[in-house]
């Protein structure tokens, strides 16, 4: 895992200047010192803190992204284990260390829809 890389005080005054106190996601007008920094690709994927890899977001969208940012992460993240053989497949069977229990529903034969009803004898 890459160790996290934060934008300098000029790249984010940069990148606040571009935005223009818009959220550059949503449009929405963001009051003074409400915006969020945020890298478009994560520094985990190989982002970097540049201005072209920076945008100013809202809470909202920034939460929204972030929480989007985290599953790609963890998915490379395990891919890169599978690859590389830190894990191994498990098999279709790994998780079971009893058999199945037997089948307890008696089954009825089908009756043809069109046979009439015959009255069960009782049982002595």
Do not use: W
Not at 24 to 29: D, I, P, Q
Not at 87 to 92: D, H, I, Q, T, V
Not at 97 to 104: D, F, G, I
Not at 115 to 124: D, L, V
Request: aromatic share 2%.
């Amino acid at each position: 895992m890459t160790k996290r890389i934060e934008f300098t005080r000029k790249i984010k005054g940069l990148i606040k200047a571009r935005a223009d106190g818009k959220c550059e996601n949503c449009s929405a007008k963001l009051k003074a010192g409400e915006g969020e920094v945020d890298h478009i690709l994560p520094c985990a994927l190989g982002g970097e803190a540049t201005v072209a890899n920076g945008r100013l977001l809202c809470r909202v969208c920034h939460l929204e992204k972030t929480a989007d940012d985290i599953r790609r992460i963890r998915k490379s993240d395990r891919q890169r284990d599978k690859a590389s053989g830190a894990l191994r497949a498990k098999s279709a069977l790994a998780g079971r260390k009893q058999p199945r229990p037997a089948l307890t529903k008696i089954v009825q034969k089908r009756r043809s829809l069109y046979e009439p009803i015959q009255p069960q004898e009782r049982m002595q």
